[in-house]
């Protein structure tokens, strides 16, 4: 199995990454480490503690990291994710607590203890590991590979005009971080997997009615949405009610701001390709952040040519295969 540490800010996308792995027999997830971004890092801990419990994986770690970026004001964006961060959804209260271990701690720790075998997946901003850096500047040969769904490369950004949201909450860790990364072997370069492809992973509607109908939960709204046949009733398997609940919501942000019926799947994208490769091609490059920009601060820049001198210190996914994805995470989530 492949063991895996996860850091998140869920986050409607996170969850259904976390989903993902647990549905994935090959994944073995060590621990979830919570950082803020789309919502308070409370508040991801607490998703992250009563989504596992209705997944039936309570037993997994869960750990706090850093509320506040390292240098930048802290945003968050409840109009994304909803007021919690679940859209929708609406998820018992935790019956079990936080890891007495901060999140940095656990990095450190698991990677120390397994040295070249976890992938580090990390789907929010990349504060928790900029400062687990600073415990254990080995980190990045400690880890088996890095992937993290950030930046925006030849696409344009999502929250400032070629700024992604996950680097810009925290530009300041992600520079630390792309830094950190340089001079790996080719095959241990971070894994990138930034808005140019997660942008062309469009969550329909019918996406969830196929994970309802496998599930034998066929959630109503959903189907008379896609407009496809199937029995209606209200989900009544917790999991793919959550999913309706949570995606409906990602969607109606989607639609305002004119991208369709549809959701982007951003970090269950990076958590597939994570563990199967194959989900993408990539091309090697150096990356690094931009700090100082009046209008750019935390745009993510690539040389693809060397021309900065430096070797490169990412693979970053540049084609991906869409359906795909889908019918490997639909089968997967649909089954689970
Ligand atoms: C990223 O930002 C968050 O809102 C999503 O969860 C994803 O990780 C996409 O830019
Ligand atoms: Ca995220």
């Known amino acids: 199995k492949q063991a895996i540490i996860m850091d998140v800010d869920t986050g409607i996308d996170d969850s259904l990454a976390l989903l993902y792995l647990l549905a994935s027999p090959e994944a073995d997830i060590l621990a979830i480490t919570c950082t803020s971004g789309n919502v308070p890092a409370k508040q991801v801990a607490t998703n992250n503690l009563a989504w596992l419990e209705l997944c039936g994986a309570p037993e997994i ?7 506040v970026p390292i240098v930048a004001p802290l945003m968050t964006t409840e109009e994304t994710h909803g007021p919690q961060g679940i859209g929708y959804a609406e998820l018992p209260a935790p019956t079990r607590t936080l890891s007495t271990r901060h999140a940095t701690e656990v990095w450190v ?60 909450v925290d530009p300041e860790s992600a520079k630390m971080v792309f830094d950190a990364f340089s001079g790996l072997p080719a095959d241990r370069r971070p894994l990138i997997c930034a808005l140019d492809v997660t942008e062309q992973i469009e969550m329909k509607p019918e996406h969830i009615a196929e994970i309802g109908r496998r599930a034998g939960s ?77 209008l750019t601060r935390g745009q993510t820049v690539a040389d693809w040519a060397g021309l900065w001198g430096r070797e490169p210190n990412a693979d970053i ?4 295969d869409p359906p795909k994805f889908f019918d490997h995470l639909v089968e997967r989530v649909g089954d689970f």
């Open 61 to 67: 770690e869960v750990a706090l990291g850093s509320e």
């Open 218 to 294: 066929v959630p109503d709204e959903i189907i008379a949405e896609a407009d496809v046949d199937g029995t209606l009733s209200r989900a009544s398997n917790g999991v793919v009610r959550y999913l309706t609940d949570a995606v409906r919501f990602y969607m109606e942000f989607h639609i305002a701001h004119n991208q369709g019926f549809l959701a982007h799947m951003h970090d269950p994208f990076a958590a597939a390709i994570a563990l199967h490769p194959e989900l993408g091609t990539t091309r090697p490059a150096t990356v690094d952040v931009e700090l100082a920009g009046t």
């Open 109 to 168: 720790e698991l990677a120390r203890s397994r040295p070249g075998e976890i992938i580090g997946l990390v789907t929010g901003p990349l504060t928790n590991l900029a400062l687990a850096l600073r415990i254990e500047p080995e980190l990045p040969r400690l880890l088996k590979r890095l992937v993290v769904m950030g930046g925006a490369f030849d696409h344009p950004g999502n929250t400032l005009p070629t700024t992604e949201w996950n680097i810009a």
């Open 317 to 320: 996914v540049v084609a991906v």
